[in-house]
């Protein structure tokens, strides 16, 4: 997606032609990003804005690309309704001093404006209040550490707290490797909080965008009451290359999408990223006639 005049020139030069076009678009200077996106699905040239304004969604052929933590944030609470939870106080610990960490972490909150992988806020999705926390795919593949970890703890305890719905997107290459075993104590954590947030009645609604996968995939990915994913999304521990190598075997089709895990009782439904807060805010609204007929 970063370098649509890469691999996908020929076939952009071709779109282009197609079109009437007699010269190819003038690249652009090596410091401003490119206007056109080569889509990961079909492989046709997308305006950012045009891909933008779709919340990253191809027009043309459906494929959902990633999109980042504080958009996906803003299309689903309502306006003048997001109060950040624990955004600016990250922290970040290095138990193993492990060369280019603290640089690596430095850089990525300085290009994403982000403290580490996700972000939390409590609002209203059409009305209804609810605490949402976003892992954002941009920073070192969405994986958990102890900022992580410990964001999503703290999102579980005030949702807890304030008996308020709690909704995760999850997306995550799995346990942060560059933290050790302090990064695998955060699925226990994180599981146990939502088990105490299950025991006194709290709804949560987890939901699945590609890719989750690892340490989250094996702890608060799987817990939820609902389990919604978006479409094609990867919902693995070990990937499908990893698993074949493995068994010595082909794997079916669709194994480990989406798609796959809903006709198999995995997830309660797919739901288009365009159809996301409407359904969200549905379920929230059943649930909550569910609490005063209690
Ligand atoms: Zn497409």
């Known amino acids: 997606m970063q370098n649509p005049f890469g691999q996908r020139r020929a076939r952009l030069l071709g779109l282009s032609q197609l079109r009437g076009k007699t010269a190819a678009p003038a690249p652009a200077p090596a410091d401003e990003p490119s206007p056109f996106v080569a889509c990961a699905g079909c492989g046709e040239a ?55 960490y603290a640089e690596k972490l ?74 050790g075993a302090v990064s695998l104590m955060q699925m226990a954590k994180t599981s146990a909080a939502l088990a105490r947030f299950s025991e006194d009645g709290g709804l949560y609604i987890a939901v699945l965008t590609h890719p989750t996968t690892g340490g989250v995939s094996a702890s608060f990915a799987m817990l939820g009451d609902i389990t919604l994913a978006e479409p094609g999304a990867l919902v693995a521990f070990a990937g499908p290359r990893v698993i074949e190598q493995t068994i010595g075997e082909k794997l079916p089709e669709g194994f480990q999408r989406a798609e796959y895990l809903e006709s198999h009782g995995f997830v309660d439904q797919v739901v288009p990223r365009g159809e996301m807060k409407a359904v969200l805010a549905r379920l929230l609204r059943l649930h909550a006639k569910g609490g005063k007929r209690a």
Request: charged share 20%; net charge positive; aromatic share 4%.
């Open 106 to 179: 430095a850089g990525l909150r300085r290009k994403t404006g982000l403290s580490d992988a996700v972000l939390a806020a409590a609002g209203k999705i059409d009305g209804q209040s609810a605490v949402v926390a976003v892992m954002d795919s941009r920073f070192l593949m969405g994986s958990m550490g102890a900022a992580v970890g410990e964001t999503i703890t703290r999102t579980v305890e005030y949702a807890h707290r304030h008996k308020l719905p709690l909704i995760i997107f999850c997306a995550s290459g799995g346990a942060r490797m560059q933290e």
């Open 46 to 100: 997308l305006s950012r804005s045009q891909l933008k304004a779709n919340l990253g969604v191809c027009p043309l052929c459906g494929h959902h690309h990633p999109i980042s933590a504080p958009v996906r944030l803003a299309a689903l609470l309502d306006e003048n309704t997001a109060r950040p939870l624990l955004c600016k106080s990250g922290f970040m610990i290095d138990p193993l001093k492990f060369s280019g």
